[in-house]
């Protein structure tokens, strides 16, 4: 079956030509990840990449929103202020009536929001990038690794620096722009899928150098396993029963929700977070003195992603779990899909139409929210329960990492899971249009 449908695929000119564009732009991307930052020390990336291998909260940020942290390249930053200006834009949306106005206009009103979280992004970047090469150069320096910029130079090196790493994101930006109107899929989730997998073959790598043949073949089960059950929690949904009469006699529909209404997005929101306090504490550690070093000594201790304590854990799944009820509040209004509802003559078997079909929507959204962000929580945290089991009973030898971890990362394979179905679908969509074609 797969191979019939890759030769329908191959068959069609038109989805070729849109597989072998993506396929491109990809490899440009990560053309663009290996390009250092002007200005840059190269004698200290080995320092900052021996830095990331032992870092891997850093490294996993990095790779979550597809930069190319390990190479201090032009896209630094990728797709972070992108992101940022979207959730920004949408809270925005919330206190802003002319935002919530364009929300209501379809297509062009939503064109139209694009193009504002484009615009922000710009300065957004400017930004974030700044307060990264600060970071970043005073960890490096932290740690014994030398100067990787010279923060002192702010006009000569700092400046060009942050507009080289915008351009980078802007240009990510626009390819995944190209991408989604010209290739197959999301452009933003395709270059995000690339940078999460690009640290697959290093970590198999690890097991294989120190010979633990029998946890990497374990690992690789578990992860097939956990594949298997993220594909049924993201696929399910929950069919509110519909009953429309506009139309004379009854006709049954229904209105889905899904068990994981938001996606990615608690996930790279946590990240952000919890892999902060364990930098800010190495940072208070080297250059700080007294109360601030126990402050800076406590951080390290508790938010190291190499050895996560219960804290770090139960923080971590606090936040996802918190991230996915805030992100739901404001994408879905219950009140305006109730409304849609009624204006179509539609009414859910049992509820009233109006206030009691939104509060109904929002009931039945929170507890689906519930368990769906429980889900991705538990994800994310299990590697390091798994871990912190094995050193107390000694099950596995896990010398071939610090972590106990699934070939991809729990967050990670929530990310692949979701892009590989939505690319499955749209080739799926783009063959039947190919199909159809044929018989005119």
């Known amino acids: 079956m797969i191979l019939k449908n890759f030769s329908r695929l191959w068959d069609s000119e038109e989805v070729r030509k849109k597989v072998l564009v993506t396929i491109g732009l990809v490899l440009v991307y990560k053309f663009l990840s290996l390009i ?47 992101i940022n200006a979207v959730i920004i834009i949408q809270l925005l949306g919330v206190v802003i009536p002319q935002l919530e106005a364009l929300k209501k206009e379809g297509e062009q009103g939503q064109k139209k929001i694009n193009n504002y979280t484009r615009y922000f992004s710009l300065p957004l970047a400017l930004a974030q990038s700044y307060g990264m090469i600060l970071l970043i150069n005073t960890l490096i320096s932290s740690v014994g690794g030398g100067t990787l910029i010279d923060t002192k130079n702010f006009w000569g090196v ?74 049924k929690f993201t696929e399910g949904y929950r069919k509110i029963p519909l009953i429309y009469t506009k139309t004379g006699r009854d006709e049954r529909s229904y209105f889905p929700i899904r068990v994981n209404q938001a996606g990615m997005i608690p996930i790279i929101f946590a990240i952000s977070i919890i892999t902060f306090p364990s930098l800010i504490g190495q940072i208070l550690v080297a250059k700080s003195s007294g109360r601030l070093v126990e402050i800076g000594n406590f951080l390290v201790s508790n938010f190291s992603m190499n050895n996560p304590s219960w804290l770090y854990i139960g923080v971590y799944f606090a936040l996802i779990l918190a991230f996915s009820f805030f992100y739901i509040s404001i994408v879905f ?56 089991i094995n050193n107390a009973f000694n099950f596995m030898d896990i010398s071939g990492g610090s972590n106990i971890d699934f ?13 590989i179905l939505e690319l499955i679908r749209k080739v799926d969509t783009e063959l039947k249009s190919y199909d159809y074609k044929k018989f005119y």
């Open 36 to 82: 250092p930052v002007p200005g840059v020390n190269v004698s200290a990336i080995t320092a900052l990449k021996e830095y990331l291998s032992a870092s891997q909260g850093l490294a996993f940020f990095s790779s979550l929103l597809g930069g190319g942290l390990e190479n201090f390249s032009v896209v630094l930053m990728g797709l972070a202020p992108y």
């Open 158 to 231: 700092v400046l060009p620096a942050m507009i080289c790493i915008t351009a980078g994101t802007m240009i990510l930006l626009w390819l995944g722009d190209i991408i989604t109107e010209s290739g197959i899929g999301n452009g933003t989730s395709l270059i995000i899928f690339a940078g999460v997998l690009s640290g697959v073959p290093g970590h198999i790598g690890g097991y294989l150098s120190v010979e633990n043949y029998g946890l990497l073949i374990g690992l690789f089960l578990m992860t097939l396993g956990v594949i298997y059950i993220i594909i």
């Open 333 to 388: 209004n219950p009140s305006e899909v109730a409304e849609s509802i009624q204006k179509r003559g539609g009414y859910i078997p049992g509820v009233r139409p109006g206030k009691e079909t939104a509060d109904y929507l929002e009931h039945t959204s929170t507890h689906l929210n519930l368990w769906g962000g429980g889900f991705l929580a538990l994800i994310a945290v299990f590697p390091y329960i798994a871990t912190k």
């Open 407 to 419: 070939l991809i990362s729990g967050a990670g394979l929530i990310i692949v899971v979701g892009v």
